[in-house]
């Protein structure tokens, strides 16, 4: 028998998320996922689901999800469901995860995110560096938080499998690694470019602002990529997924 969730346990799924209620320092910590396609991808990619949640419907609607578990499972109310949802079409179905920040063991290629502070496109960039040639995620003070829900719908459960580091100019100044920046306003274009099989670093900004004037001074190259300039700019997110395509068959080439 299945039993409804408690009121105490209720009030604390509604805090999981929200980095007020985390201790920001610490690497593991608990968060809630929605949704069947992102609970059957930690699945598949073999993370441990400690709870699920899950209204009388879903029970019937994800029957095939749900009996892969072995995790205790607890009925909520559709207000509930609706309360905890973030999406307009929520399925009334949430699970109970530990993040466990991965730590960056090679440091030959990486990408430094320079205030990438909208969650959809995060988690896009960190779905996208999942699938190349990226040993690690640097991610500076004006990045938006990894453990956003909505970083990790968008990532849909990558952001489990990138090594993650918090850094800012001050140490990306002192790395040894070549910074290479990508900036629209100039550079070589990435058609006739051809990324070094020697360490880099490459920094990506916002679509408002771009790469800081700082790290643009101090790059050791420059990229941009050629558009019809109908647009003033791609999405970051659509720009990093040319950028690291590019990237990978360049060293894929070279390897071979």
């Not at 007020?20 to 809630?32: G, I, S, W």
């Not at 849909?156 to 850094?167: C, D």
């Not at 720009?239 to 990237?247: E, N, Q, R, S």
């Amino acid at each position: 028998m299945i039993d409804y969730i408690s009121k105490a346990n209720f009030n604390r799924l509604r805090k999981l998320n929200n980095p007020r209620y985390r201790d920001t320092k610490a690497e593991n910590f608990d968060v809630l996922l929605e949704g069947e396609r992102l609970i059957s991808q930690v699945i598949l990619n073999g993370h441990l689901i400690k709870e699920i949640y899950t209204t009388e419907k879903a029970i019937r609607t994800c029957e095939k999800t749900i009996q892969k578990l072995s995790c205790p499972i607890y009925l909520i109310r559709d207000s509930q469901a609706d309360e905890l949802s973030e999406t307009q079409n929520s399925q009334g179905l949430f699970a109970v995860i530990e993040f466990q920040t991965l730590q960056i063991s090679k440091w030959d290629r990486l990408l430094y995110l320079n205030g990438i502070s909208d969650p959809g496109n995060l988690g896009t960039i960190i779905r996208t560096a999942a699938s190349f040639s990226i040993d690690g995620i640097v991610l500076d003070e004006n990045c938006c938080d990894i453990a956003n829900s909505k970083v990790i719908r968008a990532s849909l459960g990558a952001v489990f499998e990138v090594p993650f580091y918090m850094g800012n100019e001050e140490w990306l100044f002192s790395r040894k690694e070549k910074i290479i920046v990508s900036d629209v306003h100039g550079g070589k274009q990435l058609d006739q470019y051809a990324f070094p099989k020697s360490s880099f670093i490459f920094v990506i900004g916002s679509e408002a602002e771009g790469v800081s004037q700082p790290i643009i001074n101090r790059a050791d190259e420059i990229v941009n990529i050629t558009s019809s300039g109908k647009m003033e700019s791609l999405n970051v997110a659509v720009a990093t997924g040319i950028f690291l395509y590019k990237m990978n068959s360049d060293l894929s080439n070279k390897q071979g």
